[in-house]
């Protein structure tokens, strides 16, 4: 008999969410940063593959779930181009330092 | 070939132009040779449409082809029925036959425009507008619906705005633009409010199913009147674009146009537009309306035809011959000679067409020259012209073995019955007057620029025979002007099949105690075969039949004498025309002031709008600002107490609030750091505060 | 418990307790080797979940693609020669609160809502109806997730040249 249930994976979704906010708001370090963000989709993703599985909705969720990953990967390219520009204007990636849209 | 087959067929004819036009407009200027595309492209066309015709013709005679799809299903709405509208493309014979004339015509004029049109700086521009042109016109031809018939019809009015001004550097021409634009809006609000009408009473814009309503009894605002004003305001729109009387006014300015364009949309394709028109939705016309609609086409056809006598430009003679004829196809049609109509109109086309092209050949080698006073003998240097622009006057004033002659015979036989049927007999007299004008002004025309001696010697040395690409169109127009493309007999149009077999009137959808005498329906014959003894009852036919001889021989004398009194005026000169219009002033200066209708207009409309303006400009200063000023010196010294205390309370109101915002700026600005994590928190605490409010 | 219930706490606790070093150890490469790790117990997570192909795809893109770029991206923005690569952090403290919170809050939400779920049986590999679905239902959005990241390539180029 399998004890595990849903509400496990969800358990695990939303820390590993929670530690993604985490990541996002306290590292200074842009590439820091991007981790956060890939622990949030990653988050969602055994969200949608959970429900997927357990809803018993097909394979649709799964779909879904590589679908987010193709996003997340176009998401890093775009991204690191992104910090790669800001390095070579500002000489580092710090983000509390590159605060020019407040003046 | 089967009826999809047509109706795809139908529709690449329609789009071909538009992909023309499009690639010509997008780089034309980049790529010189492009015209060769759009030129291909209606060569393509009108082998297609020959295609279709000649199927459509002979294997699908008596059939209606209808290929619809619902666009927009706006549901039930309150009071309301359900409202469906309908997009689609409707083939029976006129419209095959119409498309075959107008890719012929247009294929014609494109390929004459390369050799007319040659040096000019915006080469390929005017051939991507010829391809909207023909894909408008395409569009009016082939429509099911009076919705689209609306949308095509303003696309030509655009098309013909945009080559009437194309040579916008002259102010005549953007003016004559201007001109032929807004008067054609004038007649299109009544064509609008025409269609409204229907609409509103019958929730669909699709012909078949409009007239199947009317013909069960359905009336536009339940009564009979309420339909003669819907077909009246229809006649509206074609008032203005086959620049009927009063609203004729902008055709003789259009001519500032380049000559090919007149003569595919100024002559041939475009303002028959009205009269296809009146042709689609003949069947709602009830008595009263077509009664109007003959007494316009016989003003139209009388008037212009007057003025044309006099007028010394080749190209405003011919306007004017445009009109008239498109006069006697609208008369026709108020008269109920429905097939003559249709057939005057593609007769009308071919010839109208080549005498336009034959002009623009004679003023493109006298160097833009339109005055005939200053042309003559040209016979001589232009000889092809000279022969191509004789028959086709020929035909257009009516001489046998041409197809204007059986045309025009046709519709003046129909007059002449509906004289005899009704006693209403000056169309017929109007008809037979026209007649013989327009073969007097045509060889007026001709002997002042064929004959005689040349008056510009100059000009006349440099003239000489139009290129091929030129003459070629020449040639091939004046050939569809004889008479056998459309009846091996030159004085019998019926025996031709375009008459017998191809173009039937319709049934008329109005009813009984709304048509005329004779058009109402005969129980006793209503069941036989023959469609055209189910509309009208055998006394027209047979009245149009007597009348078939005796208007033959009198049309035809008629132009003959037209002829004959022009050579005595112009060619022997038995009479000075000089001294004789000196004689007959007044008639002369009305006839050569255009009826003074520019100089009517001007002062009545034109200045009527200016003189309103000028009165409520007064009205305006006195009036207006005279309570505007006394309210200002009232304010001046109200505005002098409160400034006092402005400065004092107000102020010091406004400054307190000033600082107490600025202290709470300074406060709040604290949380704007810039930096985005800053703000990320934020989001995570308002989320957290969403989460426990809505738990 | 069972072996599936002693693999999902095994791959479980990988996936957290990597994912707290990825977001806390201040040496951004060791970071980028927890990372490593998160998402390797995530590929396990999906093995349980009978999501065959996910995981796979997780391996390949997200282990064998991102984590390198993000790898390419941190050699590329620091000297070879500072051995410091590390990033400094900010606002721990209301950040530690805020996000402590929202676990509890996300985890509570979770737990009293009642899902729907059905009784799991065996599944065999999901890879054909996964394809079956991507050219037939989903045809359209994956032709465009094709051109997205066309236009994502072309735009990092042309943003990473200048």
Redesign the interface.
């Known amino acids: 008999m399998i004890n595990i249930t849903l509400y496990h994976y969800l358990i695990v979704s939303s820390v590993l969410f929670c530690l993604g906010i985490f990541g996002v708001i306290t590292r200074k370090n842009a590439i820091m940063v991007l981790m956060g963000i890939e622990l949030i989709l990653n988050a969602a993703n055994i969200n949608f593959v959970a429900f997927a599985r357990y809803g018993n909705f097909g394979n649709s969720g799964q779909l879904a779930a590589l679908f987010v990953i193709i996003l997340a990967a176009a998401e890093a390219a775009i991204a690191m181009a992104i910090v790669l520009n800001i390095y070579k204007t500002f000489t580092n990636i710090n983000i509390d330092e590159i605060d020019t849209l407040k003046d | 070939m089967t009826e999809s087959v047509l109706i795809k067929l139908a529709l690449l004819i329609l789009f071909l132009p538009l992909i023309g036009f499009i690639v010509t407009l997008l780089f034309g200027k980049r790529i010189k040779w492009l015209y060769w595309f759009e030129n291909s492209i209606l060569i393509l066309a009108f082998l297609l449409s020959a295609v279709l015709a000649y199927f459509k013709l002979t294997h699908f005679t008596d059939q209606t082809l209808i290929s619809e799809f619902e666009w927009i299903n706006l549901g039930s709405i309150p009071f309301v029925k359900s409202i469906i509208i309908d997009l689609g493309i409707m083939l029976d014979n006129i419209t095959v036959l119409m498309i075959l004339t107008v890719n012929i015509v247009s294929l014609l004029v494109h390929i004459f425009s390369v050799g007319y049109m040659k040096g000019d700086k915006r080469y390929n521009r005017y051939f991507s507008y010829l391809g909207i042109f023909t894909f408008s016109m395409l569009g009016i031809v082939l429509t099911h619906n009076l919705l689209m018939m609306y949308v095509f019809w303003e696309l030509v009015g655009l098309s013909s705005y945009l080559l009437i001004g194309f040579w916008y550097e002259k102010k005549t021409a953007s003016d004559a633009a201007k001109k032929a634009f807004i008067v054609n809006r004038i007649g299109d609000i009544g064509m609008f409010l025409g269609i409204l009408t229907l609409f509103l009473t019958y929730n669909t814009f699709s012909f078949d199913k409009i007239f199947y309503q009317i013909s069960t009894g359905n009336l536009p605002f339940g009564t009979e009147f309420g339909l003669t004003v819907a077909g009246v305001l229809l006649f509206c729109g074609a008032i203005g674009k086959s620049a009927q009387f009063p609203l004729h006014v902008w055709l003789p300015d259009a001519m500032e146009g380049p000559t090919p364009v007149s003569a595919l949309i100024h002559a041939a394709t475009m303002v028959a537009a009205g009269v296809y028109f009146m042709i689609r939705v003949f069947p709602i016309l009830s008595g009263d309306a077509l009664l109007v609609i003959a007494t316009i086409g016989a003003l139209s056809a009388f008037i212009p035809a007057t003025i044309a006598v006099t007028q010394n430009d080749i190209k405003k003679v011919l306007a004017y011959s445009t009109i008239s004829q498109l006069g006697y196809m609208i008369m026709a049609i108020g008269v109920g000679a429905y097939t003559f109509a249709f057939f005057h109109l593609v007769t009308h086309a071919f010839f109208k067409a080549g005498l336009f092209l034959g002009s623009g050949s004679v003023i493109h080698s006298m160097h833009h020259e339109q005055d005939m006073t200053k042309m003559g003998g040209l016979r001589k240097k232009m000889p092809l012209t000279y022969i191509t622009f004789l028959v086709a006057s020929l035909a257009l004033s009516g001489i046998p073995f041409t197809s204007g002659f059986l045309s025009k015979d046709g519709i003046l036989a129909g007059t002449f019955a509906f004289g005899s049927l009704t006693g209403y007999w000056y169309f017929a007299a109007v008809g037979f007057i026209v007649a013989f004008l327009t073969a007097f002004y045509m060889f007026r025309a001709i002997i002042m620029t064929f004959h005689g001696k040349p008056k510009n010697k100059e000009k006349f040395e440099h003239a000489k025979e139009s290129s091929f690409v030129m003459a070629m169109p020449l040639v091939v127009l004046s050939a569809l002007s004889l008479f056998f493309w459309y009846s091996l007999n030159p004085f019998n149009p019926n025996e031709g099949k375009l008459l017998s077999s191809w173009i039937k009137t319709p049934e008329i959808s109005v009813p009984q105690s709304a048509r005329y005498e004779f058009m109402k329906t005969d129980d006793k014959i209503i069941n036989k075969e023959n469609l055209e003894e189910v509309t009208y009852s055998n006394s027209y036919t047979e009245a149009i039949h007597h009348a078939h001889y005796p208007t033959l021989f009198t049309s035809a004398s008629l132009a003959l004498l037209g002829i004959l009194f022009a050579f005595i005026f112009y060619q022997w000169k038995v009479f000075d025309p000089n001294k004789f219009a000196e004689k007959l002033k007044p008639i002369y200066l009305l006839s050569f002031n255009k009826w003074y209708f520019d100089e009517i207009y001007y002062a009545s409309f034109v200045a009527g709008t200016i003189g309103l303006s000028k009165i409520i400009s007064m009205f305006d200063n006195k009036f207006i600002d005279g309570i505007v000023n006394g309210s200002a010196l009232f304010t001046k010294n109200f505005s002098a107490f409160t400034g006092k205390f402005d400065n004092v309370v107000v102020d010091g109101l406004v400054n307190m609030m000033a600082y107490i915002s600025g202290m709470f700026g300074l406060f709040f600005r604290r949380f704007?750091?810039?930096?985005?994590?800053?703000y990320?928190?934020f989001v995570?605490?308002s989320?957290?505060i969403l989460?426990?409010i809505f738990? | 418990m069972t072996v599936y219930d002693i693999t999902f706490y095994l791959f479980a606790l990988i996936t957290l307790g990597s994912a707290f070093f990825v977001v806390t150890i201040r040496n951004i490469v060791y970071s980028a080797f927890f990372l490593l790790f998160t998402l390797f117990g995530i590929t396990g997570l999906y093995v349980l979940l009978s999501a065959d192909f996910i995981a796979i795809v997780q391996l390949v893109v997200y282990v064998g693609g991102i984590l390198v770029l993000l790898l390419f991206g941190v050699m590329l923005t620091h000297k070879i020669t500072n051995v410091q690569i590390k990033s400094g952090t900010l606002q721990i403290i209301p950040s530690a609160i805020a996000v402590i919170v929202l676990a509890f809050a996300l985890i509570k939400i979770f737990l009293s809502t009642n899902w729907k779920t059905f009784q799991l049986t065996a599944q065999n590999s999901s890879v054909q109806g996964l394809g079956v679905l991507l050219v037939n239902q989903y045809s359209v959005v994956f032709e465009l997730l094709g051109i997205l990241l066309l236009i994502a390539l072309i735009g990092a180029a042309s943003m990473a040249r200048r």
């Open positions: 704007q750091t810039g930096k985005v994590q800053t990320i928190l995570v605490f989320l957290i989460l426990y738990r």
